[in-house]
């Protein structure tokens, strides 16, 4: 059994040794990719990002790597303050981007950390600051973000009516109108409830997860898709492990745009059948990953849930043509609304300094002050403040905004936030002439 103060294995070691020296004697920016400080270093040589790319990175599957040490956190499991399923989603994998972006609050995290290995470097300045502002603007803490009670009671509602027009009244038209509500109510239930902002309940946000993604597919190919691969490497796709919500623009990039522009219907079909049913065949089960992020097949329930998932809609779910149906209009809504804040800034080469700082450059926030974009786009209207701080509810990302332009502005960081039509037009162009919103800049 492994050591709480284990370090990271002899092969990882070797191979961070290695890129170290070669940075150091190259400076060519690369450096190990299970550190968040070396990873995100501004390149000074003006050397473009290599094209090739790395080769995975061999983890322990008992092992939590932090900032590029290694630790053996099972003993804390179960007295993690977040619940089991948190703390395990980074077993076995780089988790610092997990590490850093859920623990806004104080610096507990940290010194839990030192009792099983290695201190944590002294977090991002930049980053920290944010954090500081957060805190004073919700002095209450975590659990005055959460979810507030009559989202939970109208989603629910919504819900319960999206479940009763698509495996009830199970037509082509009721089928239509569930599909609307899969994109606009589904996906708040199973993304928020993905990122545990709907409780402090561990069993709460495990139920709107499963429950909010439940249409469209086992609710573990949405938590790897979005909370282990889009959040952790945003918009990035040089590395082994990447985000997925990237891995075919470049297929789509060599179309010619009238092709694309006319098969915007199959595009949202095959969306919403990408991130479930594709997902969860290919992903889950052949290829057990997911965009390079390794499937923990102990995690959440996964190999319960997926053939629960299958049973239910094959002795319950209506017929082929509602499938379809309710896949063209969730995905028509799903497609512009969750895309417009990252695709249209893809792809940056830019190097970034830090996490935080790519995060901010990755991502635009749009319409953040309309609360009808709030709720058409699923919430997702201040993107910038949701993937610094994942774990605190949208209703609190106006005032995360305010914050988070304030400090970008005083140490010159860009700060995204346009009107609906100038994202959505950059949206438009990016798809037709596959050209990134260089005017948001």
Known sequence: WLKPSAQITNEVAATFK??????????????????????????????????????????????????????????????HPGGRMAILTGRGRDCTALFESYHPWNDKHRKILRAYGPAPPPPDPF??????????????????????????????????????????????????????????????????????????????????????????????????????????????????????????????????????????????????????VKRMIVDLLIRGHVGGHKVDYRLGGILIEIPLWCFLHYMFGPSMLCYVCMWLTAGAIFVPCSQVAHVILYPDSDKHESWAKMQIAESVDFASESDFWFHVAFGLTTQIEHHLFPGIGHHCYDTCRKITRKVCAKHGVHHSDVSASTAFGALWTRLVAATPAALLM
Request: with cysteine.
């Open 127 to 276: 980053y920290e600051e944010i954090k500081a502002g957060i805190r004073e603007a919700f002095p209450e803490g975590c659990g005055s973000t959460k979810m507030r009670l009559h989202a939970k009671i109208g989603l629910a509602a919504a819900w319960s009516f999206m479940m009763w027009l698509f495996f009830a009244v199970a037509t082509p038209l009721s089928s239509l109108l569930a599909g609307c509500l899969v994109a606009t109510v589904a996906t708040r239930m199973s993304h928020e409830g993905g990122h545990w902002q709907v409780s402090r309940k561990e069993w709460v946000n495990r139920l709107s997860l499963f429950l909010g993604f439940f249409p469209v597919g086992p609710s573990m190919c949405w938590y790897y898709q979005h909370v282990v691969s889009h959040h952790v490497s945003t918009n990035q796709d040089k590395d082994a492990e990447k985000d997925v919500d990237v891995e075919y623009i470049w297929i789509a990039d060599k179309l010619p745009g009238w092709m694309k522009a006319l098969s915007l219907p199959g595009i949202f079909i095959g969306a919403v059948v990408e991130i479930g």
């Open 18 to 79: 290695i890129m170290v020296r070669k940075v150091a004697s190259k400076g060519t920016g690369d450096a190990s990719p299970t550190s968040e400080s070396t990873k995100f270093r501004s390149d000074s040589s003006g050397t473009s990002p290599k094209e090739v790319p790395a080769k995975p990175i061999v983890y322990d599957p008992n092992l939590w790597y932090i900032h590029g040490s290694s630790y053996d956190l099972h003993e804390f499991v179960d007295k």
